[in-house]
C-alpha cells in the first residue's frame, strides 16, 4: 500500500475478492447477546499530523436524519479549526434496514463534491451492487434487509414481478457509480479504516475484500496488533466500543437512533456522537 500521504489524497490501492454470505439471523442475535455488556472504557489513541482532521462515521443502514445530524456536528466542529485539511470517513453499510437508504446514497454524492470524503464499502453495499449487476438473485437481496431500499426509491419488492428491472429503473445512475467507486479500505498513519475488519497475521497491504468487508470472530478476538489501529463498523454494539488494538463505531443506527463519530487529530482520537 502506499505512503499514508498518497493515500489520503486517494492514490491507495483497491482491495478485490469475492464477498461471504453470512446469517442476518445469527448476526442480530450476535448483537443481542451484546446488549447487557459494557464496551471496553476510552484509551489513549495516538495522534496524527497537526494539520489534519478526520471524522469517521459508523454504519448508517438508511438513517439519513442521523446522518444530517452527524454533519451538523462535523461542519460546527471543523469551523472551529483553522488552517487544517479535512477528510470525512464514512464506514459503509450505507443501505438497507432503515427507511432512507437513497437519501443517505444522495447526501453522500452531495458531500462528496465539497469535501474531501472517503466512503468504505460495507457488505450491504456489496450485496446491493450485486443485486443491481444481476450477480445476486432478488431473494438473497432481499434477506438483506434489501426491502426497505428498494422502497426508499418507490419500488414495492411485494407488487413487483421482476424486482431487479423495477430497481434498475428506480436507482439513479448516479448511485450506481458511486456504489462501484467505493472504496474497501483506507490508511492513514498509525489508523486503517474498514467495514468489517482485518485478518490477524496478514499485512494490511494484503487485506482483501472478503475479509474487509465480512469478517467478524477472527478479527474481533484478536488481542494483539494489526500494524494499525483498525476503526470499523459491520458488528452492532449499543455503544461505540473502544479496544486497544480497534475501535468500532457501529451502533446499530437503524434500530437505536444512534450513530456514531470519531474525531482523530494531533490529540488522537475522540467520540462525537449523533442525535439520539
Known amino acids: 500500500m502506499s505512503d499514508a500521504t498518497a493515500d489520503f489524497h486517494g492514490s491507495g490501492p483497491l482491495f478485490r475478492a469475492a464477498s ?12 443481542l447477546k451484546q446488549l447487557g455488556r459494557r464496551s471496553a472504557g476510552p484509551v489513549a489513541y495516538p495522534p496524527i499530523d497537526a494539520g489534519t482532521v478526520i471524522y469517521a462515521v459508523g454504519d448508517i443502514h438508511g438513517r439519513s436524519d442521523l446522518l444530517d445530524g452527524v454533519h451538523a456536528m ?17 464506514l459503509g453499510d450505507y443501505v438497507d434496514r432503515g427507511p432512507d437508504s437513497a437519501g443517505v446514497l444522495a447526501r453522500l454524492r452531495r458531500r462528496a463534491e465539497a469535501r474531501k470524503v472517503i466512503a468504505i464499502s460495507g457488505n450491504h453495499e456489496d450485496t446491493l451492487l450485486g ?7 432478488a431473494r438473497e437481496w432481499l434477506e438483506w434487509g434489501g426491502a426497505a431500499t428498494a422502497l426508499s426509491y418507490g419500488v414495492n419488492p411485494q407488487s413487483e414481478a421482476v424486482l431487479a428491472a423495477a430497481m434498475a429503473r428506480a436507482v439513479p445512475l448516479e448511485d450506481v457509480a458511486f456504489l462501484r467507486g467505493l472504496r474497501l479500505a483506507f490508511h492513514y498513519g498509525p489508523y486503517f479504516f474498514a467495514h468489517a475488519g482485518v485478518r490477524p497475521g496478514r499485512p494490511l497491504e494484503k487485506q482483501v475484500a472478503d475479509d474487509l468487508m465480512w469478517i ?12 494499525a489501529i483498525v476503526v470499523h463498523g459491520h458488528t452492532p454494539r449499543p455503544a461505540p466500543e473502544f479496544r486497544g488494538n480497534r475501535i468500532n463505531l457501529d451502533t446499530g443506527a437503524y434500530a437505536t437512533g444512534r450513530l456514531a463519530c470519531l474525531r482523530i487529530d494531533a490529540t488522537g482520537a475522540e467520540l462525537l456522537e449523533g442525535p439520539r
Open 74 to 90: 462535523i461542519d460546527a466542529d471543523f469551523g472551529r479549526r483553522i488552517g487544517k485539511r479535512q477528510a470525512e470517513i464514512y
Open 216 to 227: 467478524r470472530k477472527p478479527f474481533l478476538n484478536h488481542q494483539g496488533g494489526f500494524g
Open 20 to 31: 461471504r454470505r453470512r446469517s442476518l439471523q445469527a448476526r442480530v442475535l450476535g448483537w
Open 131 to 137: 443485486f443491481l449487476e444481476g450477480r445476486i438473485a
